[in-house]
């Protein structure tokens, strides 16, 4: 069945930097599907940040336009979220997500701390 796994979250300090990966299995079709990146700070609602469609359509929500940079390369089952001038803001979990015929389909997310 379709899994995704995020990885690379950590702790980093204001200012840092960190990328994150989510390897998507299960399927043979990922160029044909649109990845998404969200994040769930505590007490808050999940909020997209970014999306690279399977067409190459890239939309980033403005608390982290200019600071991050989605990717996916397809010939791996991979994307990526490159996150820089992190700041505590944000803090969250970070989950990757795709749709396919009717399922959404979420990793387990990966916990991202900016603090000093």
């Known amino acids: 069945q379709v899994q995704l796994v995020e990885s690379g979250g950590g702790l980093v300090q204001p200012g840092g930097s960190l990328r994150l990966s989510c390897a998507v299995s299960g399927m043979t079709t990922f160029s044909l599907h649109d990845i998404y990146w969200y994040r769930q700070a505590p007490g808050k609602e999940r909020e997209r940040v970014a999306r690279?469609?399977?067409?190459?359509?890239?939309y980033y929500s403005d608390s982290v336009k200019g600071r991050f940079t989605v990717s996916r390369d397809n010939t791996k089952n991979r994307a990526y979220l490159q996150m820089n001038s992190l700041n505590p803001e944000d803090t969250a979990i970070y989950y990757c997500?795709?749709?396919?015929?009717?399922?959404?389909?979420w990793g387990q997310g990966t916990q991202v701390t900016v603090s000093s």
């Open positions: 997500n795709l749709w396919r015929s009717g399922t959404d389909y």
């Open positions: 690279f469609s399977a067409g190459g359509i890239i």
